[in-house]
């Protein structure tokens, strides 16, 4: 009867510790969270122009997902740049088309991150 009772309990310790590791990773996790939310739900401070706000609020230095969005805009902006450099190449003296490129490159530049990178 009491090896049973011991079995039981060593059963119940360790189920209680690994509830007390899963609750320690979970508040870990949401730590982890919150300190990345803060970081990019912080407002800007001391910023002088419109750009470094933006710049700041879009990658806020404790982001963990800065780097990967920073590459995804620059992609975005050499393919802008590339296809600006092509209808300048390709379209000499036309400047209506020109412009009228440069105007639709302006309007499908978040169409085509959110296609490329599958992300709003």
């Excluded at 090896?3 to 360790?14: N, P, V």
């Excluded at 730590?31 to 470094?52: C, E, H, L, V």
């Excluded at 963990?64 to 050499?78: C, E, K, L, M, S």
């Amino acid at each position: 009867m009491s090896k049973e009772r011991a079995q039981r309990r060593t059963a119940r310790e360790a189920a209680n510790a690994k509830e007390q590791a899963e609750r320690a990773a979970a508040r870990e996790r949401s730590q982890k969270r919150a300190a990345a939310f803060g970081a990019m739900a912080a407002p800007a401070q001391n910023a002088g122009t419109m750009w470094s706000r933006w710049w700041r609020r879009t990658f806020p230095p404790a982001d963990p997902f800065r780097g990967r969005r920073q590459r995804q805009w620059a992609i975005v902006i050499a393919i802008f740049v590339i296809v600006q450099v092509l209808a300048w190449w390709i379209l000499p003296g036309n400047w209506g088309l020109r412009l009228g490129i440069l105007g639709l490159s302006i309007l499908l530049t978040p169409v085509l991150r959110v296609l490329l990178f599958d992300r709003g």
